[in-house]
């Protein structure tokens, strides 16, 4: 009788981060601090090229993760004819990160494609937004910015549209995450996200945690991996459930025999899938 055979082990950062690393064409600030830049990936040939705003995870702590984790994506997504606005962003564990900078500095570097796609040959009619884990909730919430309380410090101005998103591990819900022990950025890093309630901003999560924006009004694409101990699989099938039951375009995407890392690994089922996806979104 042969053996049934093992379930392979899920990647780790180490699988990916130990390729070859390749490089953005240009670094563009859009404030002051060191992770207020942008990286953007630009394809040969003349544009205006399909572009998609890119959005790192890492729990939102910089000290985890920066702009960098994505360069293999990128890279990937360039390679296919894809420009990439790689943005970065302060987390709850910089100064002037947390609430409302986090949201803010996403905003402001996703508006900020706008100021620079004559110079780079972008085409900002139809963006799509890809997020990781933690920059899938940003991703999202980014989409869901014309819909923020007219009250909220972090409503105004012009958000850049966004036609798509496809949401890869991602944690939108964050009232969910701070109710989940089991998710592997923990449940303290919400409150640190949203900030305490007060007399100005009683409900830390009106404004911050994608649910309470519902519907969208644009179409959501969730790529999670069947096996990723970062985000438990029920995060994205009740956001997913949350969408469309608030009348959005939403579906969930399950690869097997697939963590947390391979969302964003070129050449693995998940990230073929997703691309698959971000090349449909352009029609």
């Known amino acids: 009788m042969t053996p049934p055979s093992a379930t392979p082990a899920s990647m780790t950062w180490d699988d990916l981060t130990?390729?070859?690393?390749?490089?953005p064409d240009a670094t563009i600030a859009y404030g002051d601090d060191r992770m207020q830049k942008v990286d953007v990936w630009v394809p040969h040939g003349r544009g205006p090229f399909r572009t998609v705003l890119m959005v790192h995870g890492g729990c939102w702590q910089t000290a985890i993760a920066d702009r960098s984790l994505m360069d293999w994506i990128a890279a990937d997504l360039r390679d296919a004819g894809h420009a990439v606005w790689n943005?970065?962003?302060?987390?709850?564990?910089?100064?002037?990160?947390?609430?409302?900078?986090?949201?803010?500095d996403?905003?402001?570097?996703?508006d900020a494609v706008r100021d620079h796609a004559g110079r780079f040959g972008l085409d900002t009619?139809?963006?799509?937004a890809v997020g990781h884990s933690a920059g899938a909730h940003l991703a999202l919430w980014l989409a869901g910015r014309p819909r923020l309380p007219e009250a909220s410090p972090l409503a105004g101005g012009d958000p850049l549209g966004i036609a798509h998103v496809?949401?890869?591990?991602?944690?939108?819900?964050?009232?969910?995450?701070?109710a989940s022990p089991d998710n592997g950025c923990g449940i303290d890093v919400a409150a640190d996200l949203v900030g305490p309630a007060t007399a100005a901003h009683p409900d830390p999560y009106a404004d911050t945690s994608v649910p309470r924006l519902l519907p969208?009004?644009?179409r959501q694409d969730l790529v999670n991996g069947r096996d990723d101990a970062i985000v438990p699989l029920r995060l994205g099938t009740d956001y997913a459930e949350r969408a469309r039951a608030a009348g959005d375009e939403a579906a969930l995407h399950v690869i097997d025999a697939t963590g947390h890392v391979e969302l964003v690994t070129p050449d693995t089922a998940a990230w073929t899938?997703?691309?698959a996806l971000i090349a449909a979104a352009f029609g």
């Not at 130990?18 to 490089?23: E, I, L, M, V």
């Open 18 to 23: 130990s390729r070859p690393r390749p490089a």
């Open 87 to 104: 943005i970065d962003y302060r987390g709850v564990d910089r100064d002037g990160g947390g609430y409302p900078g986090t949201f803010l």
């Open 106 to 110: 996403a905003a402001r570097a996703a």
């Open 125 to 128: 009619r139809r963006i799509v």
């Open 166 to 178: 496809v949401a890869l591990g991602g944690l939108p819900d964050l009232e969910a995450v701070a």
């Open 216 to 218: 969208l009004g644009v």
């Open 273 to 275: 899938a997703a691309k």
